[in-house]
């Protein structure tokens, strides 16, 4: 597992910001309009994902397409001014019964302690896709277990357009300055482009990214919803 940076000599950072997710391109896909402007503003943006994603081509062998992912992670983390990114491994459409099976929990707390974030993202509980509802279930229970007092908010992944009404508080970060460095980074996942789901994905993502921010007064924003 890798360990997350420890915080430079002399710098004074605002706080740590945490995103916990499924796989390599969630973060930028949900938050990562948002990650960049924290990384702008002063925070330290840390990344935490549960798989390497090699689901996505099963006709690769596991460790290539792993290494693939975990190099455009960090190229992505690189170009939205983060302080580095942590893989699991878990397997996919088994992450709860692989995270008990392998007694990560532990390990897990320890890189959230060093991170201390004052804010977490991660899925939402009713995510279409079974790893994102099994991160947020994951990420819920460390919570209560460590009795965090970190802000924890989730984002949208799969319901791109919130078909569910919410009664969560909502969180609406501005992301006009920051959206051309959330395309670039999904950019340099080349092992996605020729999946079309993807791709698709980001597209419907970049809409809802703009019609987010005219109802908020602004060219682009993220909207978050508030757990604890």
């Known amino acids: 597992m890798a360990k997350p940076k420890s915080k430079g000599k002399g710098i004074k950072s605002k706080g740590s910001v945490l995103v916990i997710c499924a796989h390599s391109d969630d973060q930028v896909i949900g938050p990562g309009g948002a990650m960049a402007k924290y990384a702008k503003e002063g925070y330290e943006v840390h990344t935490i994902i549960l798989s390497f994603g090699e689901g996505s081509h099963p006709y690769f062998r596991r460790?290539?397409?792993?290494?693939?992912?975990?190099?455009?992670?960090?190229?992505?983390?690189?170009?939205?001014?983060?302080?580095?990114?942590?893989?699991?491994?878990?397997?996919?459409?088994?992450?709860?019964?692989?995270?008990?099976?392998?007694?990560?929990?532990?390990?897990?707390?320890?890189?959230?302690?060093?991170?201390?974030?004052?804010?977490?993202?991660?899925?939402?509980?009713?995510?279409?896709?079974?790893?994102?509802?099994?991160?947020?279930?994951?990420?819920?229970?460390?919570?209560?277990?460590?009795?965090?007092?970190?802000?924890?908010?989730?984002?949208?992944?799969?319901?791109?357009?919130?078909?569910?009404?919410?009664?969560?508080?909502?969180?609406?970060?501005?992301?006009?300055?920051?959206?051309?460095?959330?395309?670039?980074?999904?950019?340099?996942?080349?092992?996605?482009?020729n999946i079309i789901f993807v791709n698709l994905l980001f597209f419907l993502t970049q809409i809802k990214d703009l019609l987010s921010g005219i109802k908020n007064n602004t060219k682009y924003a993220e909207i978050f919803y508030k757990v604890r």
């Open 63 to 193: 460790e290539i397409i792993s290494k693939s992912r975990i190099k455009e992670a960090q190229r992505a983390d690189k170009i939205i001014g983060g302080k580095g990114v942590t893989f699991l491994g878990l397997k996919e459409l088994q992450f709860e019964k692989d995270f008990d099976k392998r007694a990560i929990a532990n390990n897990f707390k320890k890189i959230i302690r060093k991170i201390k974030p004052i804010k977490i993202f991660t899925h939402s509980s009713d995510d279409a896709f079974p790893d994102h509802r099994a991160t947020f279930a994951i990420v819920l229970k460390l919570y209560k277990e460590m009795k965090l007092r970190a802000e924890l908010y989730t984002f949208e992944v799969w319901h791109l357009f919130n078909l569910k009404k919410r009664k969560n508080p909502k969180l609406v970060v501005d992301t006009s300055e920051t959206f051309k460095l959330k395309k670039k980074a999904f950019n340099v996942f080349k092992s996605q482009k």
